[in-house]
C-alpha cells in the first residue's frame, strides 16, 4: 500500500503593508499528512526550464480533502526547504482511486 511522508508547509498571513504597499506576510509552519513525493521525468525538468526558467525538483501529491493553499509557498522535507510553483492541478475525487488528488510542483529554495 502507497505512503506519503509528513511535510512542512509555511502558510502566509497578510500582516501589513510596506511604505511602497507592497504586502507583508508572516509564515507559519503547519504539518500536511501523507503527501506522496514523486521524482520527475527528465523531459518535465528540462520543459520547465525552458518555458517557466525554474528547475522542477519534485512533484507533490496531496491527499484528498486537503484545504491548504499551496500557491507559491514554502515546503520543507527531508531537511530542505523549496517552493511551489505554477498551478494545483486536481482531479475529480470519485473518479481517483488512490488517496490523492492534486499535485504540485517544486522546486529547490534557499
Do not use: S
Not at 506519503?4 to 504597499?21: R, S, V, W
Request: with cysteine; hydrophobic share 35%; aromatic share 10%.
Amino acid at each position: 500500500m502507497l505512503k506519503g511522508i509528513d511535510i512542512i508547509l509555511y502558510e502566509k498571513t497578510k500582516t501589513g503593508e510596506d511604505a511602497f504597499h507592497a504586502p507583508i506576510y508572516t509564515e507559519t509552519p503547519v504539518t500536511v499528512h501523507n503527501v506522496l513525493v514523486g521524482e520527475p521525468a527528465t523531459e518535465d525538468i528540462v520543459n520547465d526550464l525552458q518555458l517557466y526558467g525554474r528547475r522542477l525538483a519534485y512533484t507533490l501529491a496531496m491527499p484528498k480533502g486537503d484545504a491548504h493553499d499551496w500557491h507559491n509557498v514554502t515546503v520543507e522535507f527531508w531537511g530542505q526547504k523549496f517552493r511551489t510553483y505554477g498551478d494545483v492541478v486536481q482531479g475529480i475525487d470519485d473518479l481517483i482511486p488512490l488517496c490523492w488528488n492534486k499535485k504540485v510542483k517544486v522546486e529547490k529554495y534557499g
